[in-house]
């Protein structure tokens, strides 16, 4: 079946550094892929998307390539901001199916 | 403003007490779905509707009941809750099947003792 894995957490930073999180998929078809994010105490909520391959979604800074021939979507921010620790989600979903499929999320704590 | 609602936030229970945690969203979305999150398992879903009266498993149904009686909400039932449904839960909607963005609820915390 469809699946997600990204890169094992906690990530810890400092301010202003660059920021990688890894995701690669496995799915038929031609899934849309996701990256939400996860403020503490709050639900998820959309960082950005993308729906087809090389499409690059980008929002706050972060972003993200849709790479269908690694089947990857790393999520990446050139400069990290204390505001963005939070546990970050990949996930994939596909037209027609009622089930997004979430890797187990990754937490980053960013630290002054 | 475009939301989705759970209640209560937080709720401590005991084993076979039968509780309803609900769900509401104001966006007018045909599909709605719950979701648990625990620590090194992401989140799974439970349970999907993909209309009123249209409601189907997820990946961990067992235990739980869902209902669909109207567009704008979707509660989520634990007739005999058990200590393995300690957990965090959310309520998503949205506009259509997975490609769509989903809107989550802030979540439930449930704790089964």
């Known amino acids: 079946g469809d699946s997600v894995t990204q890169m094992e957490g906690p990530v810890t930073l400092s301010e202003e550094a660059f920021l990688t999180i890894n995701c690669t998929y496995t799915a038929t078809g031609y899934p849309s892929l996701f990256w939400y994010v996860q403020y503490p105490g709050e639900g998820l909520q959309l960082l950005l998307k993308?729906?087809?391959?090389?499409d690059k979604g980008s929002n706050k800074g972060f972003e993200a390539t849709y790479r269908k021939e690694t089947t990857s979507f790393h999520l990446e921010k050139g400069s990290v901001q204390v505001s963005d620790s939070a546990v970050y989600f990949c996930?994939?979903?596909?037209?027609?199916?009622?089930?997004?499929?979430f890797g187990k999320g990754t937490k980053l704590t960013v630290n002054p | 403003e475009a939301q989705v609602t759970q209640n209560p936030r937080y709720l401590i229970t005991v084993t076979g007490k039968k509780l309803t945690v609900t769900c509401s969203q104001n966006?007018?979305?045909?599909?709605m779905s719950w979701y648990r999150q625990d620590p090194g398992l992401g989140l799974r879903q439970i349970y999907y509707s993909m209309n009123v009266e249209v409601t189907d498993k997820g990946d961990v149904p067992e235990g739980y009941k869902v209902s669909r009686k109207e567009k704008r909400n979707f509660p989520l039932i634990l007739e005999s809750p058990s200590p393995n449904q300690t957990s965090l839960y959310f309520c998503?909607?949205?506009?259509?099947?997975?490609?769509?963005?989903?809107?989550f609820g802030p979540g439930t915390r449930l704790t089964v003792t």
């Open positions: 966006m007018n979305h045909e599909y």
């Open positions: 996930a994939l979903g596909k037209g027609g199916s009622e089930k997004l499929v």
């Open positions: 998503a909607s949205s506009a259509g099947t997975a490609s769509y963005e989903q809107y």
């Open positions: 993308a729906t087809k391959a090389d």
